[in-house]
């Protein structure tokens, strides 16, 4: 299923900043060799993640769902020349690859990988965060949120993927059956009445929220 019309998303991508030849690199490898590239955030999602990095300067990022490093790299763009950026993933069988992809990258000193379970990683992070990016198992979502908010700096924020679930959610008596959009439609009536914090949805590709902590 197609997220955005195709000759809008070849219009905005022919009129917005160009992925870098790395960037091109990774989505071509995951596209060719890896199970589900939908789940790659891509070029225009991507320049979203730089851009929003790039305007909060964030001296410490943490990301819940490496993937094949794409969205990494992209908001690496905006850490401070110091800052660092944890990424963290489950699946042992991407890590050299993805690391590679680090390697080549300007941000190699600035990353650091970490494979695992992330509900057993967060808790050991004695880091405060200025900006966290969750895209990983969608059950654990409301949990990812729980555990980063007393973590992430006042101002900080947090940019949640997949909260659209191709539309899914604004359609639960249809698709009832698909745990992900039952879980999705929790989780943003979650935020929804969560205080402190400011939030958005952007109808944006699969659809990403844009959480800001205004209180400690």
Request: proline fraction near 3%; charge should be positive; include cysteine.
């Amino acid at each position: 299923m197609d997220l955005l019309d195709k000759n809008i998303e070849n219009y905005v991508e022919s009129l917005s900043d160009s992925e870098s030849p790395l960037l091109k690199e990774i989505s071509g490898y995951t596209h060719k060799n890896v199970h589900q590239p939908r789940m790659l955030s891509g070029h225009i999602q991507g320049r979203i993640l730089s851009f929003i990095s790039k305007i909060i300067s964030p001296k410490n990022i943490l990301e819940i769902g490496t993937y094949t490093g794409y969205s990494a790299l992209c908001l690496a763009e905006g850490l401070k020349d110091d800052g660092r950026l944890i990424t963290i993933d489950k699946d042992k069988s991407l890590y050299e690859t993805v690391n590679l992809f680090f390697k080549k990258s300007k941000f190699e000193k600035n990353i650091k990988q970490k494979v695992g379970i992330a509900l057993e990683i967060i808790p050991t992070l004695d880091v405060k965060y200025d900006l966290v990016f969750i895209d990983a198992d969608k059950k654990n979502y409301k949990n990812y949120f729980d555990m980063v908010i007393p973590k992430l700096n006042k101002g900080g924020v947090i940019i949640v993927d997949n909260v659209l679930w191709s539309g899914k959610v604004t359609q639960l008596d249809k698709y009832q059956n698909d745990k992900i959009a039952v879980y999705m439609n929790e989780f943003n009536n979650y935020i929804k009445n969560k205080k402190n914090i400011s939030k958005l949805i952007l109808p944006i590709r699969d659809g990403l929220t844009l959480i800001i902590k205004n209180e400690d």
